[in-house]
């Protein structure tokens, strides 16, 4: 395989995207025991697998627009084929499904939901708005969940914490339905944005970013969390949260790509601090 084929599936299936599925599951993991097991491998393995089989079949259904806006994309380019990308989508899902087997019924039916939601949202939730936004946000939230499981049992601390991932996500799935506004509507989508118009979908995603902070507040308040969560997650990235919240009510096209990336940012330190606060503990 040349270095062209090795690149565009690196493309297809945006592994950086997939590192953070397993940051999700070490969260959830080391918020319910900080000891190491093979369990951990196969979990860490699970959620980028599933996740990068939804990379490669939301590819292949989005190729006829990508052929349009995005050109450079692995189908339009020439570097994936359309049958290589389904294909992809088939092994990675069955290998992520038999791999969580061997972690529980309740690991596998939850491997199992999201190998088949991945199809689902590419081919239909896509394009009809909050329903396919939820379901993306429920994949990021369930990292945790997954995590937890896989480590012996779904605690209050871990359930807090994957309730803030899904509402912080869906703030900014939100967002990007501003940001890509302009060529959703060509496509004739119905995100949320374009229902609602952008004014009202920022009322929308500042809802959800204060709602978002104040979930981060909890996890402190109950004396679950330690200074890495108190530095991280609430002194740094709430903040980061209530300027997006206060953005978004006069949010356009391009104040949305800069939101975008804030939240993602927020996300980014909020997460590390939980994944931190078990390992870094008040003296």
């Known amino acids: 395989m040349g270095s062209g084929r090795v690149t565009g599936f690196l493309r297809l299936f945006r592994p950086k995207n997939a590192v953070m599925s397993v940051i999700g ?23 980028p697998l599933i996740l990068m089989a939804g990379n490669a079949i939301n590819d292949y259904f989005d190729a006829p627009i ?6 450079e994309r ?17 092994v ?3 290998l992520g499904v038999l791999l969580s ?6 690991e596998l039916t939850i491997a199992s939901f999201f190998a088949v939601s991945w199809y689902v949202y590419a081919r239909w939730l896509k394009g009809i708005g909050l329903p396919g936004n939820i379901l993306v946000s429920l994949g990021v939230a369930f990292t945790l969940i997954f995590g937890g499981l896989a480590a012996g049992k779904l605690t209050s601390k871990v359930i807090l914490f994957s309730t803030i991932a899904f509402t912080s996500n869906l703030a900014r799935e939100v967002v990007k339905t501003v940001e890509d ?4 509507s060509l496509h004739g ?7 609602l118009g952008p004014r009202r979908a920022g009322v929308y995603a500042s809802t959800l970013c204060i709602l978002s902070a104040l979930l981060t507040l909890l996890p402190l308040a109950a004396g ?23 953005s978004s009510l006069k949010m356009n096209e391009r104040e949305a790509r800069k939101l975008s990336g804030i939240l993602k940012i927020s996300m980014l330190l909020g997460t590390l601090g939980m994944l931190l606060d078990p390992l870094i503990r008040w003296t």
């Open 189 to 195: 989508l119905r995100t949320v944005a374009i229902v």
């Open 92 to 94: 990675l899902s069955l």
């Open 66 to 71: 990508d052929m349009v806006n995005k050109p």
């Open 224 to 246: 679950l969390t330690g200074p890495a969560y108190l530095i991280l997650t609430v002194l740094i990235s709430v903040p980061l949260l209530l300027y997006a919240a206060h």
């Open 101 to 106: 087997i061997p972690l529980g019924l309740e």
């Open 181 to 184: 506004l302009r060529g959703d």
């Open 74 to 90: 692995p189908i339009p380019s020439g570097m994936v084929s359309p049958a290589e990308a389904l294909s992809s989508y088939l």
């Open 25 to 47: 599951v070490l969260v959830g993991w080391l918020n319910v025991t900080t000891s190491l097991g093979p369990d951990l491998l196969l979990a860490c393995a699970v959620p």
